[in-house]
Nanobody, 117 residues
């Protein structure tokens, strides 16, 4: 069992920045692929960014060049640095941990990110 706790969400003006954190406990953090998803009202949950234990990353086209995912295995934490935020980035952001080959997966409770002037 893995527990994931997100933090860092809030209200930001368009063009602003925010850093989300996801702290994990309960298992061996470095073994998991970590990812950030988001879900806006009336829309499906979508992958924002993912990072493997070795550092390889992938991003949704909508956030490339603006968001950066990183992890600190010593601190059992994954981060999402969000810059140049737009109104369409407004959503609940969820942390996800997957143990390859995908037989075990966990979700965090989510943190609200609102972009508004």
């Amino acid at each position: 069992q893995v527990q994931l706790v997100e933090s860092g969400g809030g209200l930001v003006q368009p063009g602003g920045s925010l850093r989300l954190s996801c702290a994990a406990s309960g298992s061996i953090f470095s073994a998991y692929v970590m990812a950030w998803y988001r879900q806006a009202p009336g829309k499906q949950r979508e992958l924002v960014a993912g990072i493997a234990g070795g550092g390889n990353t992938n991003y949704a086209d909508s956030v490339k060049g603006r968001f950066t995912i990183s992890r600190d295995n010593a601190k059992n934490t994954v981060y999402l640095q969000m810059n140049s935020l737009k109104s369409e980035d407004t959503a609940v952001y969820y942390c996800r941990a997957v143990l390859p080959p995908g037989t075990r997966a966990y979700w965090g409770q989510g943190t609200q990110v609102t972009i508004s002037s």
